[in-house]
């Protein structure tokens, strides 16, 4: 079976044509063709000989992220793609400044976390660094024909990216290097719902990426009923490690906090909340919660998500409220991939 080049390193597609008895400068005409012209024919690559070509056929393939199912709202396409066999959701969100991306970092989810179907299968398997690429690549290709690209990425869909570190770190490489899509490292995000450890080696690496954690409770005891992880790691150190991510890196922290109606949306919350962000270079973003339909959890009245805005703001906690991007087309994450299983 031919081998799969598409979603490869510069490096390992250099070693793959030097194999072939190439020069080095052949894997950079390659990346260029895959992975910034989104041509996935060995055929259609006219830069390099027809003998090369030829050869190439012979001995590998270009498999980019095969589609399954689309969702389209107005500012919103969620898709569920194959990925070696892995069924894993990614979604395009267009915003008045650009084209964010948010991917998965896993096929299914160990965390268990209540709110999310993502996590209802538990976890399939880590999805490699190529993988994590192919899903921001098969948008690009898309946004390229509308003359337009991908500007930003959060690796918030399914899976906990902390778990899956390695491939984490090589897919952040990969979309930064100059023969992918060099985005900064400014514009790309990464959620954990709280791996105390893996922040710290986060941190360690002296990247300006965007550190994004997942609170959803005020409190330990409400936190552990919703978050399981939250029994081996703590509000408290998950909190601090998040100051020690700021104080590393200078990048302000986003902590991710789901509004459910009637559990964890009053102002005595609010005021815990305030109380364990305070002194923390910290943003807040609430999020209404979706309605998921494996779960029964209640959407937040409008007055609570003012309320609980404006409790933070006058502790000096800065918040937004996010918008909600295609919860008519399902956009919780796990949602369009349980439904493709049933
Ligand atoms: S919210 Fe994130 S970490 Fe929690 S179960 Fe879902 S995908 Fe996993």
Redesign the pocket.
Same mark, same amino acid.
């Given at each position: 079976m031919p081998k799969n080049l598409y979603g490869l390193t510069l490096e390992r597609l250099q070693f793959e044509l030097q194999a072939l008895g190439q020069k080095k400068f052949r894997a950079g005409q390659l990346a260029a063709w895959m992975y910034q012209r989104g041509v996935h024919s060995f055929d259609a690559m006219d830069d390099l000989s027809k003998e090369l070509r030829r050869r190439l056929s012979n001995v590998y393939s270009v498999e980019p992220a095969r589609l399954i199912a689309r969702l389209n709202s107005p500012s919103t396409t969620k898709y569920l793609l194959d990925l070696n066999g892995a069924r894993v959701e990614c979604v395009l969100m267009r915003h008045d400044y650009g084209n964010s991306v948010c991917i998965s970092s896993q096929a299914g #989810?160990a965390? %268990?976390?209540a709110f #999310?179907a993502?996590?209802l299968n538990g976890l399939e398997r880590n999805l490699t660094a190529g993988e994590m690429l192919s899903q921001v690549l098969y948008i690009n290709d898309e946004l390229r024909a509308e003359s337009s690209k991908v500007d930003s990425i959060v690796v918030m869909g399914?899976?906990?990216p902390l778990q899956n570190f390695d491939n984490l770190i090589g897919f952040l490489e990969m979309i930064h290097a100059p023969y992918t899509l060099g985005l900064s490292y400014r514009r790309l995000t990464v959620s954990t719902?709280g791996i105390v450890p893996n922040i710290d080696r986060l941190a360690a690496l002296d990247l300006p990426i965007t550190l994004s954690i997942?609170l959803h409770a005020p409190t330990d005891e409400l936190r552990s009923r919703l978050?399981p992880i939250n029994r081996t790691f703590g509000l408290e150190a998950v909190v601090a490690a998040g100051g020690r991510y700021a104080q590393r890196t200078g990048r302000r922290v986003t902590y991710e906090y789901i509004l459910i109606g009637g559990l964890n949306d009053s102002t005595e919350q609010a005021r815990q909340l305030a109380n364990l962000l305070k002194d923390q270079l910290a943003n807040v973003n609430l999020i209404p919660i979706n309605p998921v339909v494996e779960r029964k959890f209640n959407r937040p009245t409008a007055r609570a998500i003012k309320n609980f805005s404006e409790v933070l703001e006058a502790r000096g906690i800065g918040s937004t409220v996010r918008k909600e991007f295609g919860a008519e087309i399902n956009a919780a994450? %796990?949602q369009l991939r349980n439904q493709q299983s049933i």
């Open positions: #989810c965390m %268990g976390c #999310c993502s996590t399914t899976g906990e719902c997942s978050m994450c %796990g």
